[in-house]
């Protein structure tokens, strides 16, 4: 394991979830006692794991005094099964809950990124009806969601995730290498400047367990968009009464801007709206001292 993902991991524990016992990659920053409105919750996106916030921690903890991340199952650190689970976005959602009650997590300020914008948008489904836990009784206090399909007629996916989300997915399994994999992340990016170390150690995150023969499996949560986006996630957006800040980098070739615009004219027109000038996909990566800023912004002192 390289220097960097071995210390990422020394920093964190893990804790298991279901009654199958898979192991999740669980990390918490900054003061455990921290207060709801002092807490932040970060969630990452597809296929990636909490690493890809590794380079943005700090800046973020100059705004809040307690930041919680972990690894969806099939990411990063934490187990990659594929029996027992089916990576839809509701046992996702299910598993974000599990982590916040390990660290006694009441409420606090939600930020996501890719996928994690879908899973957040079924926590904030599950808020609209009524059905979050007893336990986090001091609710969500804002949600920021960053570059992420969530209109997914807007989103212009790689020819790899077409093939992975179709009947022959399976098939990648055995076609997944390190060049497939740096083509795409660069495609989906849309700019230069995302670094060879970075996605050396997004691929290195991808392969323990074998995860890059599992990405027809993880991405299949794009299924669940085609199914219940018009009909659950986006009327919940635009029905709930919570802060929402949409935070885009501008220059994303996957989640492209205009799906930015569309969310704040169509779908949550109270929403506080920031583009982030010469930022791709995985600007917290490739910029992050510059997405700090852009996102900080939203956030009062």
Not at 187 to 202: M, T
């Amino acid at each position: 394991m390289s220097p960097q993902l071995s210390t990422w991991k020394n920093s964190g524990e893990y804790i298991f979830y279901s009654s199958f016992q898979h192991q999740l990659f669980v990390k918490q920053l900054g003061n455990s006692n921290a207060s709801t409105e002092k807490t932040l919750l970060l969630i990452h996106g597809f296929p990636e794991s909490s690493y890809s916030y590794h380079a943005v921690v700090d800046g973020l903890l100059e705004k809040f005094d307690r930041i919680i991340l972990f690894d969806m199952l099939g990411y990063g650190l934490s187990d990659k099964p594929t029996k027992n689970y089916t990576y839809s976005l509701f046992e996702q959602a299910d598993t974000v809950f599990e982590v916040w009650k390990h660290f006694n997590i009441k409420g606090g300020h939600l930020l996501s990124h890719d996928m994690g914008d879908s899973v957040s948008t079924e926590i904030v489904a599950r808020h609209e009806n009524g059905l979050m836990p007893a336990w986090f009784s001091e609710g969500l206090q804002s949600l920021t969601f960053t570059n992420g399909s969530m209109v997914l007629k807007l989103a212009s996916l790689r020819i790899t995730q077409k093939i992975l989300l179709s009947n022959y997915g399976y098939l990648m399994k055995n076609l997944s290498t390190f060049t497939i994999f740096n083509q795409q992340i660069r495609s989906a990016h849309g700019n230069e400047n995302l670094s060879a170390d970075e996605i050396n150690i997004l691929w290195e995150a991808n392969t323990l367990q074998d995860g890059h023969k599992k990405s027809y499996l993880t991405i299949k949560y794009l299924n669940d968009r085609k199914r219940f986006e018009k009909t659950r996630w986006l009327p919940a957006l635009a029905q709930t009464k919570l802060p929402i800040h949409i935070c885009w980098g501008n220059e994303d070739a996957v989640a492209k801007v205009e799906m930015a615009h569309y969310l704040k004219e169509k779908i949550c027109k109270n929403a506080t709206l920031t583009i982030m000038e010469g930022l791709g996909h995985f600007c917290q990566l490739g910029s992050p001292e510059k997405w700090v800023k852009y996102v900080s912004n939203f956030y009062k002192n």
